[in-house]
């Protein structure tokens, strides 16, 4: 909850789940990532921050309310995004939407941090 409203909501099937998980995210909270990632690249992008560290150990439902402000939501792009290990991978299959509330809602199988972008992530 962030400013007395919802930014993330997780759903999990738990009985899929592989190993034990983390379900604590934040949108657009972490700013040592923002400052990396804006040094690092001109696209304009939102992100999703977990707890979780790599896999949930099964895919996840997300809604989060991120700003997509300038972005052309019928093209996004995902990315899981490791601050430890500086390793960024395209996501695939997110089977993403925008709910009239205005929440993204997407899949992951991967916490850390998910980037949130409208095209190819470019470096500056």
Same mark, same amino acid.
């Given at each position: 909850?962030?400013?007395?409203?919802? #930014?993330?909501?997780?759903?999990? *099937?738990? +009985?899929?789940?592989?190993?034990?998980?983390?379900?604590?995210?934040?949108?657009?909270? #972490?700013?040592?990532?923002? *400052?990396?990632? #804006?040094?690092? +690249?001109?696209?304009?992008? !939102? /992100?999703?921050?977990?707890? @979780? /560290?790599?896999?949930?150990?099964?895919?996840?439902?997300? @809604?989060?309310?991120?700003?997509?402000?300038?972005?052309?939501?019928?093209?996004?792009?995902?990315?899981? +995004?490791?601050? &430890?290990?500086?390793?960024?991978? @395209?996501?695939?299959?997110?089977?993403?939407?925008?709910?009239?509330?205005?929440?993204?809602?997407? #899949?992951? !199988? +991967?916490?850390? /941090?998910? &980037?949130?972008?409208?095209?190819?992530?470019?470096?500056?």
């Amino acid at each position: 909850i962030y400013e007395n409203a919802v #930014d993330v909501r997780i759903a999990v *099937d738990p +009985y899929n789940a592989t190993k034990g998980f983390c379900v604590s995210a934040m949108a657009d909270m #972490d700013s040592a990532v923002i *400052d990396r990632l #804006d040094a690092l +690249y001109s696209n304009r992008y !939102a /992100t999703v921050d977990f707890l @979780q /560290t790599g896999s949930f150990g099964t895919t996840v439902r997300v @809604q989060a309310m991120v700003d997509l402000t300038g972005m052309n939501t019928g093209s996004l792009m995902f990315y899981h +995004y490791n601050y &430890i290990n500086n390793t960024i991978k @395209q996501l695939e299959n997110t089977n993403y939407s925008v709910d009239s509330s205005g929440y993204l809602n997407f #899949d992951t !199988a +991967y916490g850390d /941090t998910i &980037i949130i972008t409208d095209r190819a992530l470019t470096r500056k």
